[in-house]
């Protein structure tokens, strides 16, 4: 019988069943080859399980994760992060929403570089700008649904699959849209902010599945409060951006007009 050399407590099996601690083997070409297939096909079966789940039934399978159900799951958290890393690269790389948002506006004649560089980074970034709200929606569901059942950190999950479900969308069915508008600057900025209206149904779906014993009428009504709670907060930002553009302003003097002034 083996010690364990993590805890020295006794190994029976193929882990320690006090640390987790796997049985000693020497590192040899086996061992690496081993480790890698674990890696590689574990990491692909719980990513593709949880895509297959997701596109069926995303709070479905939210609630399953939540509820206990987690060995076959890819961690909620880090599929959002891993999908939005996806999503940025075909917008920025694939795509070119930097280029295409600097020809329509060197076609309306508005060359302002700030614009130019806020405009392409929250297009291109849409869904990492998203990853970064997710614990300021989980404060919003939250108080949406907050006789329901749920606490706050169940609802940061619920929201990294809510965003999931929205940059799948984007990768299967609004990018490919916009990959065939690049031509033409004007349709493919008009067509761009389109996705944003994709969330609201998205939200009534993921919520209609997590709360499957719930009304189709209550579920639309705390979507609906969402949005608001959503705006409302949005435009807080926008007043903490101004006020903060007055700061810079003063601070600058008057080299801060090179940053909003066209070109």
């Known amino acids: 019988m083996e010690s364990c050399f993590n ?4 190994v029976t099996e193929n882990y320690c069943a ?3 601690q796997k049985k000693y083997s020497r590192i040899d070409k086996k061992y690496i080859v081993n480790e890698l297939q674990d890696t590689i096909l574990q990491t692909n079966k719980g990513f593709l399980f949880s895509l297959k789940n997701i596109l069926k039934n995303p709070g479905r399978t939210a609630k399953e994760f939540i509820d206990g159900s987690r060995i076959s799951h890819y961690k909620p958290i880090l599929l959002a992060f891993l999908l939005s890393g996806i999503s940025a690269f075909i917008s920025f790389k ?3 929403f930097k280029e295409i948002i600097e020809q329509y506006y060197s076609q309306q004649n508005m060359s302002s570089p700030l614009m130019i560089d806020i405009l392409s980074f929250t297009t291109s970034y849409n869904s990492i700008i998203m990853l970064s709200f997710i614990p300021l929606l989980g404060i ?3 108080i949406a ?6 606490n706050y950190y169940e609802h940061i999950v619920m929201n990294a699959y809510i965003l999931s479900v929205y940059t799948i969308v984007n990768i299967v069915i609004i990018y490919p849209v916009l990959f065939f508008l690049k031509t033409d600057a004007n349709l493919f900025f008009q067509t761009s902010g389109l996705s944003i209206f994709t969330i609201p149904l998205i939200m009534i779906w993921f919520f209609k599945g997590f709360y499957k014993d719930k009304s189709l009428k209550s ?8 949005i608001l709670l959503s705006f409302l907060g ?9 006020i903060a553009g007055f700061i810079f302003a003063f601070i600058k003097g008057p080299e801060a007009l090179e940053y909003i002034q066209p070109q």
């Open 7 to 10: 805890c020295g407590n006794s």
């Open 18 to 20: 006090h640390c987790g």
């Open 94 to 96: 694939i795509i070119g």
């Open 140 to 142: 919003v569901t939250k």
């Open 145 to 150: 649904f907050r006789k329901w059942g749920q």
């Open 219 to 226: 579920i639309f009504v705390r979507v609906l409060l969402i």
């Open 234 to 242: 949005f435009i807080i930002l926008i007043i903490l951006a101004i």
